[in-house]
């Protein structure tokens, strides 16, 4: 699955094992990743567009833009490029069914 | 001093913040420090999480031994508990003396008799026909990722933009293994050379720009023209441009991080008052203070927030901010003058580089209508030409017609592009448009927030 995501990691490949979900499949990150880099080493965006057609993959990585909060199955939505990743999240790239 | 110690809040804990600090705690006070970082350290010095095991050498190179005194610096008072770090913070807005801060999802209030403000700053976007795909970063993005995550933001990424940080997320890149696929640089030879007079100022970090760019050899690329992203469903497959030749050129790729030098962060100064004046240098409004850094009613501005003068400038700037700080409680503080002269040389060097690396004002204007101009809410720059056309061309008028600068964003990567535009339609300059008024909050706000109010 590692093969569809955006990022590459070049760095710091020994940290602790994350296990979370992501739209409902079981995916893996390490300690010290953020939501965004956990999800885009597997995955093309982390939310589907509000506005035109292009999903959305974070732009400024600094909590400056708000491109890339994101939907969990239960409870807030997260901004992904300043949350770390924990254990177990369940992670939603579009919005929950009961979203109002 | 009197029975209740003034509560002085900074906040923004990069260098600016950290020497603030510093000279604050000097003076006997307990300032409390407001952050979103997780760890003290700001953008340029940021720190990875706890666990990561590269050295500052390989995270900072050269500025590795600034990076770690004011890492260390700051780590020290807070653990001997004489500032309170709040980190992980956002102040979402600030009226009649107090701070509302967002932390732990929940919505507090912070009172303040000074309030020093070192907001820092964010890249400077100009938009590019195809820049609203996934994969399209910023330039800070790409360093951010690489420093604090250790990650590239894709497979075979292209640089576009122009400023000192587009080589330096180009080497930076290379050196840790990344595919950088071109470094585009939109100001040519001719207009970076004639920068070079206020660089003297600065002749190490000039050779060490030079030294870069020779180490990306081919990859760097002067005087472009960038006429936009090529895209699949996937994200970007090449960028189309222009050498300095005028051939038409495409160079493929799969992640594009574009930056023009930075844009001042100054949201909370402007709702904590301060006046504005447009500076031509730098295409865009900075706030105004006195040379310490005082911008009245007890709120000071220090570090690129203010001044776009990098780290070093943001060093002074914090403890003359807090200089000015102490002087007004009547509290004994440290000379001021050398910081006070170093700043001014930092300020001829800035500038120097600012006309060297300008703002694309022409590739701006000369956007085609269906290019997205704001790309939180897909705005194309025909919609905000046609604003102008019906309403003026006024900036916070354009906003409320065309909603350009409403967005997630609030305007921060829109609305210097949204001012040329509007000054291209209206015959004017940029700053003739008006400023686009900060509104608060900041920061989105969680509704779940406002439940918690205390
Ligand atoms: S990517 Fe900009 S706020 Fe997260």
Redesign the interface.
């Given at each position: 699955m590692n093969a569809a995501g955006?990022?590459?990691?070049?760095?710091?490949?020994?940290?602790?094992p994350v296990r979370f979900s992501l739209d409902g499949h079981a995916s893996d990150a390490l300690?010290?990743?953020?939501v965004l880099?956990a999800i885009l080493?597997s995955a093309?965006?982390v939310r589907a567009p509000e506005?035109?057609t292009?999903?959305?993959?974070?732009?400024?990585?600094?909590?400056?833009?708000?491109?890339c909060?994101v939907w969990q199955e239960d409870g807030?939505?997260l901004r992904a490029c300043?949350t770390?990743i924990a254990e177990g999240l369940r992670l939603l790239t579009a919005p929950p069914e009961n979203w109002p | 001093m009197s029975e209740t110690p003034p509560r002085v809040v900074i906040v923004g804990a990069g260098p600016a913040g950290i020497r603030a600090a510093e000279v604050l705690v000097a003076a006997g006070l307990r300032p409390t420090v407001i952050d979103e970082g997780a760890r003290a350290g700001g953008q340029i010095y940021r720190r990875p999480p706890v666990g990561f095991t590269r050295t500052p050498k390989q995270l900072y190179g050269s500025e590795a031994a600034k990076a770690k005194a004011l890492h260390d610096i700051f780590d020290r008072v807070s653990a001997e508990g004489r500032l309170i770090h709040r980190p992980r913070s956002s102040v979402i807005a600030v009226r009649d003396g107090v701070l509302h801060v967002l932390e732990d999802a929940a919505l507090r209030q912070l009172p303040y008799d000074r309030l020093i403000l070192a907001t820092g700053a964010s890249d400077r976007v100009a938009p590019i026909p195809g820049w609203q795909n996934p994969g399209v970063y910023s330039l800070g993005a790409a360093q951010i990722a690489l420093k604090a995550q250790g990650v590239a933001l894709g497979r075979r990424v292209l640089l576009a933009g122009s400023g000192p940080l587009l080589t330096l997320v180009g080497t930076q890149l290379l050196k840790a293994g990344a595919d950088v696929a071109a470094v585009l640089d939109t100001s040519a030879w001719r207009r970076q050379m004639s920068g070079i007079s206020g660089l003297a100022a600065r002749p190490v970090f000039a050779l060490r720009g030079l030294a870069m760019r020779a180490r990306l050899g081919g990859r760097y690329r002067a005087g472009v023209v960038l006429e936009g992203i090529e895209a699949d469903a996937s994200g970007p497959v090449a960028v189309h441009w222009r050498d300095a030749g005028g051939r038409n050129r495409r160079t493929e790729c799969d992640t594009v991080a574009l930056g023009w030098h930075l844009r001042a962060e100054t949201h909370l100064a402007d709702l904590a008052g301060c006046s504005f004046a447009y500076d031509p240098d730098w295409s865009q409004w900075l706030p105004r203070t006195d040379p310490m850094g005082r911008a009245g009613n007890g709120v000071y501005l220090a570090g690129d927030g203010l001044r776009l003068l990098g780290s070093d400038g943001a060093e002074r700037a914090g403890r003359l901010a807090a200089a000015a700080c102490l002087t007004d409680l009547g509290l004994p503080t440290v000379s001021v003058a050398a910081d006070l002269r170093r700043l001014a040389r930092l300020d001829r060097f800035a500038r120097g580089l600012a006309r060297a690396f300008p703002w694309p004002a022409a590739m701006v204007r000369a956007l085609p209508d269906e290019t997205v101009l704001c790309r939180c809410e897909g705005v194309s720059v025909g919609e905000l030409r046609q604003s102008v056309a019906f309403g003026g061309a006024e900036a916070n008028r354009a906003k409320s017609l065309s909603r350009v600068g409403m967005g997630r964003c609030q305007g921060r990567y829109c609305q210097l592009a949204g001012a040329e535009l509007i000054a291209a339609q209206a015959g004017c300059a940029p700053g003739e448009v008006g400023r686009l008024r900060g509104q608060a909050p900041v920061r989105p706000l969680p509704v779940g927030a406002c439940l918690h109010e205390g």
């Open positions: 955006r990022l590459v990691r070049l760095a710091e490949h020994d940290r602790a300690e010290g990743d953020t880099t080493l093309g965006a506005f035109g292009e999903p959305r993959a974070g732009f400024c990585l600094m909590g400056a833009c708000q491109d909060w807030p939505r300043s770390p | -």
